[in-house]
């Protein structure tokens, strides 16, 4: 894997910078060059391995100086301090990338030593001539322990049924289930249109997310749009004004305020998500009546080797009708005349051959909120005199000798311990900030969750500016409710058994057959079958919250598996310990238990007895949403996932127990996905299966460790943990 990235560093006076630079990924060592080698004996600038101890984390888009980039970050596990942040022009450069660098931590070369076995080197090795012609890994053989391709793990019946074809789109409504505080979606079902396009998936994808002039293209209710908020690089708040030329005689224009978050699978589907928020730097707009978006988005599905693509778009709106008599024939038809947008997308790409793709500006990403013109004046002043330091101090480094660079110091030292990536911010053009909000509005902004932002003065954003210093913005994940605190916990007993599915906050085993597992044949045939059953029983759960992350569960005084420890007896226990961060941390701990001697799964006693490298690289999970909305089941899919190469994993083993602590805080994407489902929790029924992935012949076929079945789970029942 070689080609041209952008470089994020610092300088000596805090300013973030980037140098262009030509990286080749070779025998698990990622090089650095200036330019594009012209022999294979050129030395690099840099150069580091990139062994077990190695994560890649997406960060999803940001801005940097006008141009948007997808950045992605190498860290070290053992020192999150020793990273190396890298920015692509592209999504699907930027996902070559992380695929191609988590196959080699996945799979290092024989002749480099592994991390459990020396010391971190941090980002300063010189590669020697020798080193760099040794023979290439096998990626092809490599990526086959990835991940498989995007289809579904699971076995579930569609909840779409086809009503009609309109301009030559499939138009489906999705049958609600009725269940726990369910009842406002019932004068709102969800419509999808589903058609064909001609283009690439990233280029409709750059086209959806586009608010700039060139959605007038093809969008005919789109009038304006601006970001409200950036949260991270995988969601934002933003704000659309439709035109009501489309809409029926005599109805007022209406606006949406939404949350965006979007992601890319592994084989190139881009899946864009949106719900209407409450923010307090976007109330009500004079002349408009706000809609209200309860579910809706994009899924973009490359067929035909990329060339065409199968677009899905769903809404699920309610329009604000005044008239009750009007809503239920008036929303239908209106809501399908929106999602009709998809046949003008379709017409725009066939009218540009598949080549149309809108570039990103750095204003749709931020821009500048209640501030006065004189206010702005100030800042462009001071940004102009920031840049002119970060120029002088760069074109000084850039004069040193690369052989000092590349020999004592350190990418670690150039490269903040933060893993976000946040720009100097620049003056925005007039055009780009479409839309002013006043600074002096409610503080309430919340569905599903709560959030809270740091709204400074202008003169306290001068004074950031000034100490050159941006500083992120948080978000509340879990909305504030009231607890009782007095509540003892038993780890292990904390959330209720209910084998009937009928009790709210409750769990049991789920259906093994539901899921799909690799076969005996798979290595040549690539087919999936249905689970049998399980190795393990799940015996007990806990929900659990706390004031600290909760790890090793497994270990403490009074819990299941601690009484089974003292009994001396042949059980095992294998825990799964899903920890949601935010204001409040929650745990999720599944405990499952076998009487049978480890020695007699193989695949299971490696895993109990490997070290980390190992296991990040074989744990499976496979997610299913079996009740609930379509933005929720969209968003956590139906996909087997190898957990840790995605999220930072914490191995516990005791006597008699293996703890597994998945801390979801640590990837945006995933973090992204869980602010989403927390807000619709209480709807939602959730299954899961956990599997140690097959990849050889004698480890086929793969066994499901357990299951589980999640009802309806409350934040407000969390046990709290008492210290």
Known sequence: MEGWLCLIRFNRFGLQYSRKRYFILEDNCLKS???????????????????????????????????VFFIFTLYNTSDHNDQLKLGASSSEEAARWICSL???????????VACSKRRWQPFRLIVSKRTAHKKSVDWISASSMHVDAMTSDVIAPSPWKIFGCQNGLRLFKEAKERGFGERHWDGHPAI??????????????????????????????FNRG????????HTDIVHKQLYNEWLPWGMKRRDLLLRRYWRREDDGTYVILYHSVVHRKCPPQSGYVRAWLKSGGYVITPVKQ???SVVKHMLAIDWKFWKSYLRKASARSITIRMLERVAALRELFRAKAGNYSSEFSSGELTRDIGLSQSEKEDIKTEVQNHQELRKTEEDKMEDEPDRQLSGSSSLMGLNDAVDE??????????????????????????????????VSSAAGFVKKLQNLAVQRKGYVDLQEVAWEDNVSCRYGATLPKDPNCTLPCSWTAADPSTFLIRGDNYLEDHQKVKAKGTLMQIVAADWLRSDQREDNLGGRPGGIVQKYAARGGPEFFFIVNIQVPGTTPYSLALYYMMKTPLEESPLLERFVN???????????????????????????????CLVGQALEVN?????????????????TVARGVVSLVLGYLNNLVIEMAFLIQANTEEELPEFLLGTCRLSHLDTSKAVLVMD
């Open 610 to 640: 490997g070290d980390d490298a190992f296991r990040n690289s074989r744990f499976k999970l496979i997610p299913y949403i079996s009740k609930g909305s379509w933005i929720v089941k969209q968003s956590v899919g139906k996909k087997s």
């Open 421 to 454: 990536f946040f720009d100097v911010p620049e003056p925005l053009d007039d055009n780009q900030s479409e839309c002013d909000w006043p600074s002096d509005l409610s503080p309430e902004l919340h569905y599903p969750e709560i959030y809270q932002p740091k």
């Open 102 to 112: 988590q196959d080699a931590a996945i799979n290092p070369a024989k002749n480099f």
């Open 33 to 67: 060059f200036k330019s594009k080698p012209s022999s294979d004996n050129e030395e690099p600038l840099r150069s580091a391995i990139i062994d077990s101890c190695i994560r890649v984390m997406d960060n999803g888009r940001e801005s940097y100086h006008r141009k």
């Open 651 to 667: 191995y516990f083993r005791g006597k008699n127990y293996l703890e597994l602590g998945i801390d979801v805080g640590s990837s």
């Open 306 to 308: 990329g060339k065409e």
């Open 226 to 233: 601006c970001v409200v908020e950036h949260l991270d690089g």
């Open 192 to 221: 999808m249109a589903v058609g064909v396009v001609d283009g690439t998936s990233e280029a409709i994808f750059r086209t959806l997310m586009s608010l700039g002039p060139s959605r007038s293209e093809w969008d005919f209710c």
